[in-house]
Nanobody
């Protein structure tokens, strides 16, 4: 099992920054990619950003130019720097990891951290 612990969510005013962190532990073995997804009330979960073990990144269209994903491979951690936050960024943010251990691939999710942006 792989456990993900997220931190950094909270309440922020529109235009402000916030930084999310996520650390993986347990039977990690090999991580292929780590990322962030979000889900607002009444909406589907959507991609925010993902970073692969080679450093390639991909962002959702609504956050490009405002959010930056990074990782510390040695610590199995991923970070999301969110700038110029908008009220529509309000959602529960979930950390995600894709990897493999002997015999199988795996996908794990964190418990989610609430981000609320006030106007």
């Amino acid at each position: 099992q792989v456990q993900l612990v997220e931190s950094g969510g909270g309440l922020v005013q529109a235009g402000g920054p916030l930084r999310l962190s996520c650390t993986a532990s347990g039977s990690i073995f090999v991580i292929y990619a780590m990322g962030w997804y979000r889900q607002a009330p009444g909406k589907h979960r959507e991609l925010v950003a993902v970073i692969t073990n080679s450093g390639s990144t991909n962002y959702g269209d609504s956050v490009k130019g405002r959010f930056t994903i990074s990782r510390d491979s040695a610590k199995s951690s991923v970070f999301l720097q969110m700038n110029s936050l908008k009220p529509e960024d309000t959602a529960v943010y979930y950390c995600n990891v894709k990897g493999s251990r002997p015999g199988r691939n795996y996908v794990s999710w964190g418990q989610g951290t609430q981000v609320t942006v006030s106007s």
